[in-house]
Structure formats: C-alpha cells, structure tokens
C-alpha cells in the first residue's frame, strides 16, 4: 500500500513521533493507522524499561495549592538532562502530575502511578511515553501533600529547582510566603528545638567535647563552653531559631509571635539533592558514540 504524506502528517499529529519513524511504522503496518499507533506504543514502551536503570538527577519541582489554600501539594519530576526540563513535553507532565497530587488521595508513588489523567491514561503509562519520545529517562521520586489544614498552607518555589509548603496555625499567605521563602534559602531541618534528635544533639556534644578539653580548660569551663555551643547548633538549624532573612534582628520565632502565629510543619525538596549523579567523560562518550 502507498504511504501518503497525509497519512505521515496524521500518524505524527497522534503521536508526536519523528517524521522517519512514522513513515516507516506505516509502511510495517501495511498502511494501518491504528496498528502502526498500536505498535509505535509497545515499541516506545520498551524503550523506555530500558532506559529505566539510567540515573536521572536532574529535573523540576511542581508545587499547587487549592483555591481555599486548605491543601497544598509538590512533587519532584526527573530527568537526566536540564534540556528536557525545558520542554514543553515535560512542563505538560510535570503540571498533569501536579494536579493530580493535590486532586486525589494517593499514598505513594505506585499509587499516584496508577492514578488515570484527563486523557485517559495512568501516569505511569504517560511517562513511559514521555520517556520514548524525549530519548531520556523520566521518573517521579517523591511527592509531599498537606490536606484540608485546620490554619492555613503557603507554598515558595524557586526556580523550578527548590521549594518549599507550609502549615501556619492560622491562615496567613504574606506571613506564609515569606517563611517559605526563608526555608528555601536557609534549610534548617525542623521547626524547633524539642524535635531535633537526641542522637543528633549528643554527636555535637561529643565533637564539642572533645574540642574544648584539646584546649586544656578546666571542667566547669568546658561545660559552659558545650552548653554554649549547643545553643548555637540549635538556633542555627531550627527554624524557630535562625534570624529571619529579611530582618535578621529578629528570629522566625519572635516574627511567628508578633504576628500571633506559628509553623506547624514545613517540607523542603530539592531537585537532585542525595542523588549521586554519575560522572561523564565527555571526550570518552564522543569516541563511543563515534565508533558506534
């Protein structure tokens, strides 16, 4: 049967493909449009299994609030590449997924996986189409969702790489958005002191220790010197305690208090962060590419 170009230009409208790849899809099928569909799918499928073990440390962070601000939800998307972080393709995924975070009860990633989209397809069945069509790999890592909240939510993102929601005991999105804000640029790893670790808080008693008594002060020195120290641990790592980063006279606890406010939580995402990216060569990967 002759492939016409109209027949290209339809299969590449249904399915995004490359002009070569739905010509010759055509052509295996015999000029069969649903069956040339049916087998470009199993064939991207498969590809993207086997991109699947590849890391992907790059990527973008989703983040949406409801309307009443009661729930709020964020989401990490990866790739391999930023180039893929900022193309439409992903951007489409990246917000499909997003919104089907703060829309639905998931618990988990399997779950969220099998949640179907507007289209008519699972998430994990889009993103294994992404994968084929981009050439890259493309995985959902984590998702944080807060849900009909008692106060009120905000939420902070920073160059699509960095971001941050919020609890506040009572609704306050100016107040809220510039917590955030701090959280995003200071990372402290709670909201106060009383949930710092005790293991955490006796390891810098120990390095403390052992640095004071190198100096050959006397024992009650020491103490003072470890109990100072510890002070300053905790006032530089929870968020109660580090000095507020728009106005660093005061610290978040005292701007929580004279707002007649507080934090009830916070979670923070990074794009890449405790992922070992693998080191390329690049010369190397041009000469395998080349002898390829």
Do not use: W
């Not at 995924?93 to 998931?106: K, R």
Request: net charge negative; aromatic share 4%; hydrophobic share 40%.
């Amino acid at each position: 049967m002759s492939i016409t170009a109209a027949m290209v230009k339809e299969l590449r409208d249904r399915t995004g493909s490359g002009m070569m790849e739905c010509k010759r899809s055509l052509k295996e099928a015999n000029g069969d449009m649903e069956l040339a569909i049916e087998n470009m799918r199993k064939s991207g499928l498969a590809k993207a299994d086997k991109k699947a073990s590849r890391v992907a440390a790059e990527g973008a962070i989703g983040i949406k609030a409801s309307e009443d601000g009661k729930t709020v939800a964020m989401i990490e998307v990866n790739s391999e590449t930023d180039f893929v972080v900022k193309s439409e393709e992903f951007n489409v995924f990246l917000t499909a997924v997003t919104d089907a975070v703060l829309n639905n009860d998931v618990i988990g990633i399997e779950q969220l996986a099998e949640t179907v989209l507007a289209t008519g397809d699972s998430i994990e069945t889009t993103r294994r189409a992404l994968v084929a069509k981009v050439g890259e790999n493309i995985s959902i890592r984590r998702f944080e969702k807060y849900s009909n909240v008692e106060g009120g939510t905000a939420c902070y993102l920073h160059g699509g790489k960095i971001a941050v929601i919020i609890e506040l005991a009572k609704n306050d999105a100016e107040l809220g958005k510039d917590i955030a804000m701090h959280i995003a640029a200071v990372n402290p790893s709670c909201v106060s002191e009383d949930q710092v670790p005790a293991d955490v808080i006796q390891k810098e008693k120990d390095i403390f220790t052992a640095q004071a008594l190198e100096s050959g002060k006397k024992p009650e020195i020491v103490e003072k010197m470890i109990v100072g120290r510890i002070k300053k641990f905790l006032a530089e790592t929870t968020l109660e305690g580090q000095a507020f980063i728009k106005d660093d006279k005061m610290t978040v606890a005292q701007l929580t208090k004279s707002k007649g406010n507080s934090v009830v939580r916070f979670t923070r995402f990074e794009v890449g962060e405790g992922i070992e990216k693998e080191e390329l060569d690049f010369a190397e990967e041009v000469r395998a590419q080349a002898s390829a």
